[in-house]
T-cell receptor, first 114, second 113 residues
């Protein structure tokens, strides 16, 4: 079945460090890929998305490129801030089908220290 | 409202009691979803409502779980005879019918003691 695998957390970085959170997927068909972020005490928010191979999603300094050959969608940011501390979820959705076909990874807790 | 609103934000209940969780979706969003997030685990899909169509209940873990939605407005998720393994954050999301990305509420943290 479809699945999303994220690097295990927690991840702790110093401010201005480079961030990578790995995400790989398995899917039948051609999924759209998403990164969601959950800040402390808040709901999930869409961070960025990519709908086809080689697309790059970007927002708030975060980027992720849809790599079909490696089935990956790694999240990167060149210089993290304390305010980036949150839980990050990678997700995929097939281009057709039911609501259930939005599949989330287990989430990666990021803590950025000043 | 501007976002998806869930209540209560926190609920502590005794094992065996029934609980009811509420979700107010964004006005105009015809699709509504319930998810469960257990500690250290990913989101689990529970149930999906789309307009007046029959809901997709395929993610409900047992018959103790049920959900209702009145038209395109408020939804309630009911858990009967709660068990400790029901402890989790229950997240609601809504979306316009054809959009793939969902707007999530801040969740209800349920603790069964």
């Amino acid at each position: 079945g479809d699945s999303v695998t994220q690097m295990e957390g927690p991840v702790t970085l110093s401010e201005e460090a480079f961030l990578t959170i790995n995400c790989t997927y398995t899917a039948t068909g051609y999924p759209s890929l998403f990164w969601y972020v959950q800040y402390p005490g808040e709901g999930l928010q869409l961070l960025l998305k990519a709908t086809k191979a080689d697309d790059k999603g970007s927002n708030k300094g975060f980027e992720a490129t849809y790599r079909k050959e490696t089935t990956s969608f790694h999240l990167e940011k060149g210089s993290v801030q304390v305010s980036d501390s949150a839980v990050y979820f990678c997700a995929l959705q097939l281009s057709s089908g039911s609501a259930r076909q939005l599949t989330f990874g287990s989430g990666t807790q990021l803590t950025v220290l000043p | 409202g501007a976002g998806v609103s869930q209540s209560p934000s926190n609920k502590v209940t005794e094992k065996g009691k029934d609980v009811e969780l509420r979700c107010d979706p964004i006005s105009g969003h015809t699709a509504l979803y319930w998810y469960r997030q257990r500690l250290g685990q990913g989101l689990e899909f529970l149930i999906y409502f789309q307009g007046n169509s029959a809901p997709d209940k395929s993610g409900l873990p047992s018959d103790r779980f049920s959900a209702e939605r009145t038209g395109e407005s408020v939804s309630t998720l009911t858990i009967q005879r709660t068990q400790q393994e029901d402890s989790a954050v229950y997240l609601c999301a809504s979306s316009l019918a054809r959009e793939r990305a969902r707007t999530f509420g801040s969740g209800t943290r349920l603790t069964v003691v």
